[in-house]
């Protein structure tokens, strides 16, 4: 992808992946006004595709096929990617809040979150029922209640059923009784015992359809022996029941709640323009009433001279004049009108790769629409799955941006003074037993290392790996620990030293603030703190750490001291190389970089207090020369070799896919220069596993040799202090010199 240099001085934050931004961030990823930088904040990595969640739940598609996987789609378009929740805005201030971000600060802001059924009007509905949405919530309520019918027993009866009789709950009934048929059937078990209910409001399912498909829809559910029970308002919930407003009721032992939907609250509380539902009352540009400065779309919009239902087919319309307007908004051109349709294609599914079709008073089914719902929706998502065509990133309209060639180096690049103070403001306070650090500022720091104690020093510098400052200062941070860690000292205090490419101040000063907080949490969880540093401008954002740390001599762990009998332990998966080598490349999922973050984001300190206490013979920290270059540094002049079982290695998901793509870090050619110290790797030709080898790790675990009597109730307290992945991995032997063996 060609990158966009040009400095940003302006920012658009999306929050919510819904489909009126995905299609919007795709289209703005094809042509990107140059000098906006662009975040899109989601709760989830991968967002579902609602129209293909019946085809989820009935068992004709798999997770990944109904997900848009937004963190590689970002990755790709060149967007920054934040996974979090949004719980308020700040419309004065310009600024974002997140449930576990410090704020982001915004110049244009678009709203698409979507909406959950409305339950809070009615009593326990909240308590003994479980919404369509969020649809990952529906979906562990789905694997649950599989889990329940196929390990019960057949005799005992269960009725479940869905509240609101719109498409989306006589789908997701009519898909979980396919599915569930179909296990039973599968077992030679019986159906009997499974009981299925629409509760419908209105005098008619499917209300705003015409006649014809209510007519069909009448039919298929006689057919599949489901109840209707029409123009029964629910008014109460109660464990095992729902009750209508005339005080008829219902036995149900499952409860699916499928009515009109609702926004979020905050929208609302932030003083945005709403309607009663909560959702953003939007002109036809699809800009707030109350505020220019914000778009809202999808269902959590209500365009007020086209009131429409809330469905996907119009958010997803909405996403290419919102991708105009918001860069109309950017670069002062004129915004276009969104006028939704009146009429629009409506295909429903009945869970058995049968579907219904309508369009105003027109309606067609059979296997055929379903067959041609399919090939409709399956387009729909390749446009998020095939990403190998790269977008033009050609900077589209020019901003207006200060003499962005004429930037000054050497000390002239040094980030402004106020920023740098305002931000540093922010920080925790340091630790007490600093002399001279960030309390009282000086040309440098000064420590008091204490009688007796050994200073021990580290320093990391990285560039960029995640387009998250916050998450990238945190890992950074945990990564320049970890040497530290490996020596089995305290750590005492950290410099910083950040390079951050051109922008505006207000930019600069967010990214290092985000930087520097996502440091300090890290910092702060050891407590120590930052005592100094530098910071700079430059092409690209890179950010060190000088570590101090205080051991004690006799405490000291180090790479040598393997004894022969010793077991290694492994204290984290391997393969944040190749993982993020494919993610540069857009070629990994979007969750198992997720998971890979959080394991970058566990702490090497509590790994490396078991070690200590456990008397350790030698210990380093996996990183960089990928685990047999780190071997080959404990072995190196000890007349010792290492059994290493291959099969035993701990891997980050993902990890095996993405070497066999054939996709390796920049340093793993390197690193295969380590190969002569693996006796027999020719007896492994061809096998993937061995390429883990030499994946070169950040924020890796800590490589340690433990005597072999304790080696297992290590293992265990490792793994019950949370290195759920933490194993033995071979052993030291006295076969070879020097030298890793494969078993
Ligand atoms: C079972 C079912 C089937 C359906 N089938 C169809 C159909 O066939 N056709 C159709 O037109 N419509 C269908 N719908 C309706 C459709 O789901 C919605 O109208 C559509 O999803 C709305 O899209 P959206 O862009 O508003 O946001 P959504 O698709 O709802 O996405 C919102 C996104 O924002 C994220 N988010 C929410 N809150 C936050 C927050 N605070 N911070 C950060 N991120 C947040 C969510 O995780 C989600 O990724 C169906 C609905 C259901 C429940």
Not at 113 to 127: F, K, N, R, V, Y
Not at 142 to 153: C, F
Not at 539 to 549: A, D, R
Not at 640 to 662: E, H, I
Request: hydrophobic content about 40%.
């Amino acid at each position: 992808m060609q990158q966009d240099l040009t400095p940003a001085t302006q920012h658009l934050i999306f929050i919510g992946g819904g489909h009126a931004h995905a299609i919007a961030l795709l289209m703005m990823a094809m042509k990107k006004p140059a000098g906006v930088r662009i975040t899109l904040i989601s709760n989830l990595v991968q967002t579902p595709y609602s129209g293909m969640l019946p085809g989820l739940i009935a068992g004709h598609y798999n997770f990944d096929q109904i997900h848009i996987d937004l963190g590689r789609f970002c990755r790709y378009a060149g967007i920054d990617f934040i996974e979090d929740s949004v719980t308020g805005i700040d419309p004065t201030n310009r600024t974002v809040q997140c449930l576990n971000h410090p704020d982001f600060s915004y110049d244009l802001l678009s709203i698409d979150t979507g909406s959950t059924p409305d339950l809070s009007a009615i009593p326990g509905a909240t308590e003994f029922s479980t919404p369509v949405k969020p649809v990952r919530q529906l979906l562990s309520y789905w694997e649950a209640l599989q889990n329940k019918v196929m390990q019960g027993d057949d005799s005992q009866e269960i009725h479940i059923g869905t509240v609101g009789g719109g498409a989306s709950a006589v789908e997701v009934l009519l898909a979980m009784q396919y599915k569930l048929y179909k296990m039973l059937k599968k077992q030679q078990r019986s159906t009997d015992h499974l009981h299925f209910h629409i509760i419908s409001g209105p005098q008619q399912v499917l209300p705003s359809h015409n006649p014809r498909v209510q007519k069909r829809y009448l039919k298929v559910l006689q057919d599949r022996n489901i109840k209707l029970h029409k123009g029964f308002r629910v008014s109460q919930v109660k464990q095992g029941r729902v009750i209508s407003e005339t005080g008829q009721t219902v036995e149900l032992d499952e409860i699916i709640w499928a009515t009109a939907a609702q926004g979020a609250g905050w929208p609302a509380s932030a003083g945005l323009e709403c309607s009663d539902n909560g959702c953003i009352r939007v002109n036809d540009y699809l800009q707030s009433l109350s505020h220019p400065d914000i778009f809202a779309c999808g269902d959590i919009a209500d365009m007020v001279n086209y009131p429409r239902p809330k469905a996907g087919v119009f958010a997803v319309r909405q996403g290419a004049p919102l991708a105009h307007n918001l860069q109309a908004a950017l670069t002062g051109q004129a915004f276009i009108r969104h006028k939704p349709q009146k009429q629009f294609l409506s295909l429903v599914s009945t869970g058995d790769r049968f579907a219904v079709a309508s369009k105003g008073p027109f309606s067609l089914a059979g296997d055929w629409v379903w067959r041609w719902k399919d090939s409709i929706d399956q387009r729909f998502m390749r446009r998020f799955s095939d990403l190998t065509e790269l977008p033009d990133q050609t900077p589209g309209t020019q901003l207006k941006i200060e003499n962005p060639d004429m930037r000054c180096g050497g000390c002239g690049a040094k980030v402004g003074h106020s920023i740098l103070n305002r931000v540093l403001k922010q920080l925790p306070p340091p630790p007490n037993d600093i002399e001279i650090g960030l309390n009282r500022p000086d040309d440098a720091a000064v420590i008091d290392v204490p009688e007796g104690k050994l200073l021990v020093q580290s320093v990391d510098s990285f560039r960029q790996l995640v387009n998250d400052d916050f998450l990238f200062g945190q890992i950074a941070a945990n990564h320049a620990l970890g040497d530290i860690f490996a020596m089995g000292a305290q750590p005492h205090s950290a410099q910083a030293l950040v390079s951050l490419p051109h922008a505006s101040d207000e930019i600069i000063e967010q990214r290092l603030r985000h930087l520097l907080l996502g440091a300090s949490k890290v910092l702060s969880a050891c407590n120590i703190g930052l005592i100094g540093g530098h910071t700079s401008e430059g092409t690209e954002l890179t950010l060190g750490f000088t570590i101090n740390g205080l051991a004690d001599r006799q405490q000291l762990l180090t790479k040598q001291g393997l004894q022969p009998g010793d077991k290694l332990i492994l204290t984290k998966p391997l393969g944040t190389g190749t993982l993020f080598a494919s993610d540069m490349r857009s070629q990994a999922q979007g969750h198992w970089i997720s998971l890979a973050l959080k394991q970058m984001l566990h702490s090497n300190y509590q790994a490396s207090q078991i070690l200590t206490a456990a008397g350790a013979h030698a210990c380093t920290d996996v990183t960089g020369f990928g685990l047999v270059g780190h071997l080959h540094e404990m072995l190196n002049g000890s007349g010792l070799s290492v059994r290493l079982r291959l099969a035993k290695l701990p891997l980050l998901d993902g990890t095996l896919a993405c070497l066999r793509a054939g996709i390796f870090s920049s340093l793993h050619p390197q690193n295969r220069k380590f190969e002569h110290s693996v006796l027999n790797i020719h007896e492994f030709d061809g096998e993937i596993l061995t390429e883990v080898l030499f994946d070169p790790q950040t924020a890796g675990g800590l490589l340690a040799a433990v005597s072999a009597e304790q080696a297992e109730q290590v293992v265990g307290e490792l793994q019950a202090s949370g290195y759920s992945q933490a194993c033995i991995i071979g052993s030291v032997r006295q076969e070879a010199s020097d030298q890793v063996i494969l078993a």
